[in-house]
């Protein structure tokens, strides 16, 4: 049962009605709730902030009280219990502040006073508690994780502690002040407030520790009780406000603040449910009024369609009808005046111009035919997908074949194979209607195999009622022959004039028919911008020095920039040397005054090599290898100068630009091999891990070490496709270890600046491990303290997807950079590497032992395990334990060797 055009328009009212309703509705609602949402946010995240202020003051009172009552403690009070005693009872600004009691503790961890008194706890052991530890092992003030007290049994309590010092600077004792979490005091009033009279205040410490609470009995438990990895990410940056799931199990809008003297965190939370009530209420009664409106537009929509669709009906039948029976009556007749009666003049109108245009349309196409069948050209109508429709009876003399095997078939098989692509690409486009050339050259097949060239034409047309194409070809086979001899001559006039006769060697006239400089430019140090600031202010650069080089330069001059940081100046018809070097010093000079880019005042230099055409080179290839020739000793000369390129240059920069050129032919050949070292743990001698380290196999030079054509790789950018070699080949081998069994072990692989900065880094490594299945734990990225520290946001988030991954990472040649303690703690590393500068003399030189003692205290402190490099001798190897280094490797467990010579150390 079909439904008729007034219920379909009126269901189709309606039912924009109800999108346009519902579609405000939802819109009003989302913006109510957004703004809602907006404003308890801001609000609650404004008292958390002001409550840390509050809590950070006020720890910083008591703290600071307790550090100057701490002050006045002799060494006899703190040697004479009784003292103590007396002493700890007359603080009474002091027990106004601790409501948990003060207390003296001796060095040894031993209860010396406490008061309030209680009897029978004098000399009661306290040194298993963390603030002790922490004080003695620091010397400094703390404040300590909630604890059980003894002293109010039952009672979860907080410890701060001040460290009492002797004449001679040791610790004497340590005076604290206890705080009772269930108690009365500075951090208890904050459980006291409400958020909105119904969401709760509270404190945790970063681990996720309830330190105080309304409900006591969440005091030193766990704030949340299952898996909610969305607040484990806020607790490690607890700043803001977010949406998370509650201990109670209730979806809560939660603020975090974190305190300045203690990690610990201020928390609000207010339950969502009772947030959006409101919302909630007034979302129902949105949806009832909807409903209702929706009801009451569809009966006056219908009711209106019935009326006013009745004369369009009769209109429809009358179509109907006519479609079915031919009926020669076609006009439809014509009552009232109104939009229905304009549609039946327009029907009537294009009933006879149809019928006009038919016949038009039939006698069109016999004067086509006759006009095809008569023309000089071939002629092919093609449609669709390239299918011949009709060709003409030329068009089946040129290409050599009868009509009947042309129509039906695609245009495709009257070209060559090697032409076939681009000219159906033509075909299509032109069938799809697309802007084609005008005229388009190529070859046909003819039927007997023979290839002639021809010219198409392409237009639009229409075919028995279908958009079509019409292809006129033209065979100009004599035309090509024509131009083929008339290119022949000039190209021989050519030589003529500029070659002599007898030897056909280049003459006078060709050589110096104008003399031609040019100059290779290269920015110096500009890769330095580059790490520092940032690729944005170095491009802002580049384009402000290629400004100063077009300025001052002929307009019959060329400037180009090669890539990076190179630029190539051509200048043409010069009279002599002296000008290229006139314009080198002019550039030098205008370079010198300083470049402002992005609130930055830059000064820079460049080195310009200059090579003169004929006499140095005679082609574009030998002239750009003589220019950076001469700029590479520009810059071994001190940079900020020009040389002119001589047969005698320094044979070192050849060197270079060739080895350049191996290397990259090295990388495109596979003629890189790794090489690995051994380390091994120092107190039981087994093998930990493996340190990949890469060799270029030369097929002329040998082996070729690191040191050679890593700084090379490093400048030229090589290094990132090497290093994505290094950790794919590391990986492949460490499978082969961990399919072969034995006891699993690291394998390590050094990665480069420029890799670690701009090589897409985390891609590359995630790839590898994927393609290999190599485990990732037992991967090591090795990176330096320089690396990290130019841009630590950027470094700590490429480090934090690498650790994602399970990927451990390792700070290489720690020690020889500089890097802020504060961001270390915060990166996510597993390992410190001493760099081999402080082992070669450790047992010679003093401060290298030291330096090497610092790290190992350092880094055990972090909980950092600490492998140091460069072990060569027993002597190495002794000190290095009695300082407890856990691993190492050297020259004296073994030298880098391929993967093969290494099975003595693999318990495989």
Avoid at 554 to 569: K, N, P, Q
Avoid at 749 to 773: D, M
Wanted: proline letters at 4%.
């Amino acid at each position: 049962m079909s439904i008729g055009l007034k219920t379909r328009v009126a269901v189709a009212i309606s039912a924009l009605f109800v999108l346009f309703a519902t579609l405000l509705a939802m819109y009003v609602h989302y913006a109510s709730e957004r703004d809602y949402r907006r404003t308890i946010a801001t609000q609650q995240l404004l008292l958390v902030n002001s409550l840390a202020e509050t809590i950070d003051d006020k720890l910083s009172v008591a703290q600071h009280a307790l550090l100057a009552e701490s002050a006045k403690v002799q060494t006899d009070i703190a040697a004479n219990a009784d003292k103590a005693q007396g002493f700890l009872d007359h603080q009474h600004s002091l027990h106004a502040i601790f409501d948990n009691g003060l207390f003296l503790f001796s060095t040894d961890g031993r209860l010396i006073a406490e008061s309030p008194f209680l009897p029978g706890r004098r000399n009661r052991d306290i040194s298993y508690r963390d603030y002790f530890q922490i004080t003695m092992k620091t010397g400094k003030p703390i404040i300590s994780a909630p604890y059980q007290s003894t002293h109010s049994p039952g009672h979860p309590a907080i410890m701060m502690t001040a460290p009492i010092f002797s004449e001679q600077g040791r610790i004497a004792a340590i005076m604290g002040g206890s705080l009772d979490l269930h108690g009365s005091n500075i951090l208890v009033e904050l459980t006291r407030r409400r958020m909105n009279h119904r969401g709760d205040l509270f404190l945790l410490s970063t681990d996720g520790m309830v330190i105080i609470h309304p409900d006591k009995t969440m005091i030193m438990q766990r704030y949340w009780g299952g898996d909610n990895s969305q607040l484990a990410m806020v607790l490690k940056n607890p700043e803001g406000t977010t949406e998370l799931v509650n201990a109670r199990k209730q979806p809560v809008l939660a603020s975090f603040k974190r305190l300045q003297r203690t990690p610990w965190i201020v928390v609000a939370e207010y339950p969502l449910t009772l947030m959006l009530a409101p919302l909630e209420r007034a979302k129902q009664a949105l949806r009832l009024v909807v409903l209702g409106s929706t009801i009451v537009v569809l009966v006056v929509v219908w009711l209106m369609m019935y009326y006013l669709m009745a004369p369009l009906s009769s209109f429809t039948r009358h179509v109907e009808t006519l479609a079915e029976n031919g009926s020669e009556d076609k006009l439809f007749r014509i009552k009232g005046v109104n939009e229905i009666a304009t549609l039946a003049k327009a029907f009537n109108s294009m009933v006879v111009a149809l019928d006009s245009e038919h016949d038009a349309l039939l006698e069109s196409e016999n004067n086509f035919k006759a006009l095809a069948e008569n023309a000089h050209e071939g002629m092919l109508i093609v449609a669709g997908l390239g299918i011949i429709l009709y060709s003409n009876r030329q068009a089946a003399i040129l290409l050599g074949r009868a009509i009947s095997t042309l129509q039906n078939v695609s245009v495709e098989r009257l070209v060559p194979d090697e032409a076939r692509p681009r000219f159906m690409e033509y075909c299509l486009r032109a069938c799809a209607g697309e802007q084609v050339e005008p005229v388009f050259e190529c070859e046909v097949l003819r039927g007997d195999g023979v290839t002639i060239p021809v010219e198409v034409t392409c237009a639009r047309t229409v075919w028995q009622g279908q958009p079509a194409e019409l292809l006129v070809i033209r065979d100009i086979s004599q035309r090509k022959l024509a131009e083929t001899l008339l290119r022949e001559n000039e190209e021989r006039l050519f030589f003529l004039a500029h070659h002599d006769n007898l030897t056909e060697l280049p003459n006078r006239l060709l050589c110096y028919d104008r003399l031609v400089a040019l100059l290779s430019i290269d920015l110096d140090r500009f890769k330095n911008i580059n790490d520092s600031l940032g690729h944005e202010i170095g491009d802002l650069l580049l384009r402000e020095v290629a400004k100063r080089f077009s300025y001052w330069v002929r307009e019959t001059d060329t400037v180009a920039r090669l890539g990076g940081d190179e630029f190539v100046i051509i200048l043409e018809e010069i009279e002599d040397a002296r000008y290229a070097a006139m314009v080198a010093q002019k550039l030098i000079g205008i370079l010198a005054q300083p470049i402002v880019v992005g609130g930055h005042e830059l000064y820079i230099s460049i080195s310009i090599g200059i090579t003169l055409f004929p006499s140095d080179s005679t082609d574009v290839d030998g002239l750009m290898k003589c220019a950076d020739i001469a700029m590479y000793s520009a810059k071994e000369n001190g940079r900020n100068n020009y040389q002119f390129y001589t047969t005698n240059m320094n044979r070192r920069t050849r060197e270079m630009l060739d080895l350049e050129g191996e290397l990259r032919r090295g990388l495109d050949h596979e003629q890189f091999m790794l090489y690995f070292q051994p380390q091994l743990g120092l107190a039981t001698g087994a093998l930990v891990g493996m340190e990949a380290l890469v060799r270029w196999q030369h097929p002329v030079r040998g082996v070729v070490m690191p040191d050679r054509f890593i700084p090379l790789a490093e400048d030229n950018g090589l290094i990132v496709p090497l290093g994505e070699w290094v950790i794919h080949a590391a990986c492949q081998q460490g499978k082969s270890w961990q399919q072969r069994g034995g006891v699993p072990f690291r394998v390590a692989v050094n990665i480069s600046p420029r890799q670690f900065r701009y090589g897409n880094l985390s891609k590359v490594v995630a790839q590898a491990l994927e393609q290999t299945g190599f485990d990732p734990s037992c991967l090591e990225l090795e990176i330096t303290e320089s690396m990290i520290m130019g841009n630590v946001e950027a470094a700590v988030r490429t480090m934090e997807e690498l650790n994602d991954m399970g990927v451990m990472l390792a700070i290489d040649d720690f020690g020889t950079g500089y890097s802020s303690l504060g961001h270390l703690k915060h990166f996510p590393i597993s390992r410190l590497k001493i760099d081999k500068s402080f082992i070669r003399d450790i047992s010679e030189n003093a401060n290298d032992a030291a330096i090497a003692a610092a790290i190992i205290a350092l880094a055990h402190s972090m909980s950092l395990e600490v492998i140091a490099e460069g072990i060569e001798t027993e002597e190495h190897l002794r000190l290095l334990r009695e300082l407890g280094c856990e691993q190492g490797q050297g020259y004296l467990f073994s030298r880098p060797q391929p993967a093969h010579l290494l099975q003595s150390f693999l318990n495989l």
